[in-house]
């Protein structure tokens, strides 16, 4: 499948390079193309992966991956264009951490609305599931490296992109059973909202390779 | 111990009932003495058990526990006044749910701040301590009811009234591995935040009794 990844960073050149050891054909979108990371990372991916504008990632891809930095994806999937993201399944892996006040960070949209939402609601012609932002970009790719069980949660307003979305999860090494569907767009302010809870167990648990498990009475 | 458990409802039945089966002497504080549940709660739980006003409940206890919807704590901690409160540890177990507009419920303080954190400013001279919000009320007070490992978060500005919380919860069974303290009270933004994906586990996991457990990679 053609893949584009919006985003350069961490999380965007982890998705991109499992996608690409996956088999799929990746282009990397960035504000601008050729930018140094986006360039390193196909030196380093190898065949299958380009990179290029947002907007060249967006008319690349069958399905869209959102990995830009939460505070400026709705800009960001602006530059991408909607009619390049219209009837794509589009993962906003994303989360609207506003670190402007220090550490721990709030979220620039929450409670009321969501990050996924307001995405969904710019983009009513794109297929929008919400799913791997509660988890560190390592953990995404290889959930075998937290031991045990533990849950993916994802939500959208369209059930075939959730299940397209789910065997693409399942490809990374998800089991069908930890992916959690919590129901349409809107619960993405609880898959967000987490996030305040997930930067303070940061410090506690020491590092970024944690996860939850939900454990049932 | 004397303990002044602030709230009449599920919560503070809950609680209370736990602390007289621990050999704890409670007073139960709701709006008004002799209200129904209140008297229902104290005929069954005999010995220990007592009720009455906030007021009364806080001037009772060495300890008091708000047990009170979030929405109306402030209001009932004023009600039970500062300087009944002054120099105690404060049970913070409620959460700022606002159902105003269905369900699920958004938070009436959120990202920014948190009803613990207004708690503490409101009452300097308490010694606030937020836990047990995480959980459903029976969760609470039997942690084996949700089987193998899963945690429980605190966070205040005073040490050793957190201590002595974690003595008490252990008391109800939480083994001290799994109370993971997050810090000052500012960390409360997280335990509430979290809440907005309690409440939407609760419809996926088929009811209340369920807790995270916290896995480390």
């Given at each position: 499948m053609q893949v584009g990844v919006l985003g350069t960073g961490n999380v965007g050149q982890t998705l991109a390079g499992k996608l690409v050891s996956l088999g799929h054909d990746v282009r990397m979108g960035g504000r601008e193309a050729g930018g140094e990371p986006a360039r390193a990372w196909v030196a380093q991916a190898g065949s299958g992966a380009s990179e290029g504008t947002f907007a060249d990632a967006a008319a690349f891809g069958e399905l869209i991956v959102n990995a830009t930095a939460g505070m400026h994806s709705l800009e960001a999937l602006a530059a991408a264009g909607a009619?390049?993201?219209?009837?794509?399944?589009?993962?906003?892996?994303?989360?609207?951490?506003?670190?402007?006040?220090?550490?721990?960070?709030?979220?620039?949209?929450?409670?009321?609305?969501?990050?996924?939402?307001?995405?969904?609601?710019?983009?009513?012609?794109?297929?929008?599931?919400?799913a791997l932002n509660t988890v560190t970009a390592s953990v995404m790719v290889a959930p075998e490296s937290v031991p045990g069980e533990h849950e993916l949660f994802i939500c959208g307003d369209d059930a075939a992109a959730k299940a397209q979305v789910s065997v693409l999860l399942e490809s990374f090494g998800w089991p069908a059973a930890s992916i959690l569907d919590l129901g349409g767009i809107a619960n993405a302010r609880g898959m967000e909202m987490y996030l305040a809870l997930w930067v303070r167990l940061l410090g506690v648990v020491g590092g970024p390779r944690f996860n939850v498990h939900v454990v049932r009475g």
């Open positions: 009619e390049r993201l219209a009837g794509k399944v589009l993962v906003d892996v994303a989360n609207p951490l506003d670190f402007s006040a220090g550490m721990p960070p709030t979220l620039s949209v929450a409670n009321t609305d969501s990050l996924g939402e307001q995405i969904q609601r710019a983009h009513p012609d794109a297929r929008v599931v919400k």
